[in-house]
């Protein structure tokens, strides 16, 4: 898929998020990447191609009165990875979706424990199609 249309695909995912989340959020920039670079992995201690998606900044629920005039926060999806996982852009689709709302999960302040337990929970009611995001 080329970078526009993956680009294109990440922001109708954003967009897709339910009303009552997607008012709730601000100061977030969401970027596309082909790769993460080697001193993020690192620093995740993750090969560059199993990192799918990244959440950097201050989770929602941890902002106080202090919280202004600061940069955005910044959710990267990984255009590569996800590729290389999928077989085709209807699976591409499928886990760009899951990756979007695991980082905007991560967003609002959920674990990743906690996001794994509501994927595993999704999943069940979802099919066997349905898997975990990073």
């Known amino acids: 898929m080329d970078t526009k249309s993956f680009t294109e695909l990440v922001e109708a995912e954003v967009e897709n998020i ?12 969401v970027e ?23 959440y950097q900044g201050v989770p ?3 902002r106080g009165p202090w ?9 990267v999806i990984f255009q590569l990875p ?4 999928c077989r085709s852009d209807e699976e591409i689709r499928n886990l760009v979706r899951r990756v979007v709302i695991h980082e905007i999960g ?12 509501l994927e595993e929970e ?7 199609e349905a898997g975990p995001a990073q």
């Open 122 to 128: 999704a999943k069940k009611t979802a099919g066997p």
């Open 106 to 117: 991560h967003y609002f302040g959920l674990s990743d424990g906690e996001l794994h337990r």
């Open 82 to 85: 996800i590729e290389h996982q």
């Open 32 to 54: 596309v990447r082909p790769l993460a670079d080697a001193g993020l992995a690192q620093k995740l201690g993750k090969n560059p191609w199993s990192i799918l998606g990244i």
């Open 60 to 62: 929602y629920n941890r």
């Open 18 to 29: 339910p009303d009552w989340f997607r008012k709730r959020i601000a100061n977030l920039a």
């Open 67 to 75: 919280y202004g005039n600061v940069l955005p926060d910044r959710i």
